[in-house]
């Protein structure tokens, strides 16, 4: 099993910046992928944006060039520049371990934007 806990979240102007953070416990070793996503009321969770061993890095078109992923051991993080109001949602932590056979899911971090 693998437990993630999320911190980070909260409430910003449009143009500021939030850095989440997800530490990972339990089985580690075999985490091959971690990420973010996130679900705003009303609308289906979608990729954020997701680091996989051995690949490059992966984010959605409407953060990139504002948001950056990166991780360090058993910890992802996600720094967002340049906070728009349509970014507010729930940002959830991902990670997968042996390639797919198993995903977690974090409790999730709320993440405003005011205009």
């Known amino acids: 099993q693998v437990q993630l806990v999320e911190s980070g979240g909260g409430l910003v102007q449009a143009g500021g910046s939030l850095r989440l953070s997800c530490a990972a416990s339990g089985i580690i070793f075999s985490i091959n992928r971690m990420g973010w996503y996130r679900q705003a009321p009303g609308k289906q969770r979608e990729l954020v944006a997701v680091?996989?061993?051995?690949?490059p890095t992966n984010y959605a078109d409407s953060v990139k060039g504002r948001f950056t992923i990166s991780r360090d051991k058993n910890t992802v993080y996600l720094q967002m520049n340049s906070l728009k109001p349509e970014d507010t949602a729930v940002y959830y932590c991902?990670?997968?371990?042996?390639?797919?056979?198993?995903?977690?899911w974090g409790q999730g971090t709320q993440v405003t934007v005011s205009s």
């Open positions: 991902y990670a997968e371990r042996a390639w797919g056979q198993y995903a977690y």
């Open positions: 680091i996989t061993r051995g690949e």
